[in-house]
């Protein structure tokens, strides 16, 4: 178990509120990412962490920040939310498998968004 | 540049019957491939994974998945399926630390 937990599990909000949501580990995990789910798309990724202060944009980050202010936290904060941002957001980790040395994604319970 | 692409976007089978998910990849180097299972409203967990060892992988559940180089494919397997197989499947490849591509998932229907 990598410990991950997202907090708020459901939101609902109104366009063009401010979002924050919280991915906390436990595992002192290096490696931090969010991602969002949507119907007919996977999983893409929005950004991701590679230390405290350290991130970089994925393929969809537009109208989202990032922060890492501590190895354990990494929030993704929608400034002024819109309904395309509706979506399933899942927090991962990736840890080393110790039989192969593959780096491996671990994934939070995901945190439901819908924006009105 | 890497892609996945699953061939089907819904199987349904009869319980106790072969389950084939397809999964078809492009990669420049050597990736790593990944079979994630999302069970509904739950988040993914891991079914097995290929980082150039054996070819042939074994997972959870009696899932298995053979790599195939020639043919770029990552196909999934398992010889009888069960109900509680029903779920959303996730073919994934990675060519680094931080680069993972998801396929856009196979929904797996199992009939009674």
């Known amino acids: 178990d990598a410990g991950i937990t997202q907090s708020p599990r459901h939101k609902v909000t109104e366009t063009g509120t401010p979002v924050t949501l919280r991915c906390h580990q436990t595992?002192?995990?290096?490696?931090m990412y969010w991602y969002r789910q949507d119907p007919g798309h996977g999983l893409r990724l929005i950004h991701y962490s590679y230390g405290v202060k350290d991130t970089d944009k994925g393929e969809v980050s537009d109208g989202y920040s990032v922060s890492r202010s501590k190895t354990e936290d990494f929030l993704l904060t929608l400034e002024s939310a819109t309904s395309s941002q509706t979506s399933v957001y899942f927090c991962?980790?990736?840890?080393?498998?110790?039989?192969?040395?593959?780096?491996?994604?671990?994934f939070g319970a995901g945190s439901r968004l819908t924006v009105l | 540049a890497q892609s996945v692409t699953q061939l089907d976007s819904h199987v349904s089978v009869s319980e106790g019957t072969p389950v084939l998910l397809r999964c078809n990849y492009s990669s420049s180097y050597s990736p790593s491939l990944f079979w994630y299972v999302q069970h509904p409203n739950k988040g993914l967990q891991l079914l097995l994974k290929?980082?150039?060892?054996?070819?042939l992988v074994k997972g959870i559940n009696g899932f298995e998945a053979e790599f195939k180089k020639s043919e770029t494919s990552f196909h999934l397997t398992k010889p009888s399926a069960h109900m509680s197989d029903a779920a959303e499947y996730f073919c994934v490849v990675s060519e680094g630390t931080y680069k993972y591509i998801f396929g856009t998932g196979t929904r797996l229907k199992v009939l009674a």
């Open positions: 595992e002192n995990h290096r490696y």
């Open positions: 991962a980790i990736t840890q080393t498998s110790s039989n192969s040395g593959a780096n491996v994604l671990t």
């Open positions: 290929y980082t150039s060892a054996a070819t």
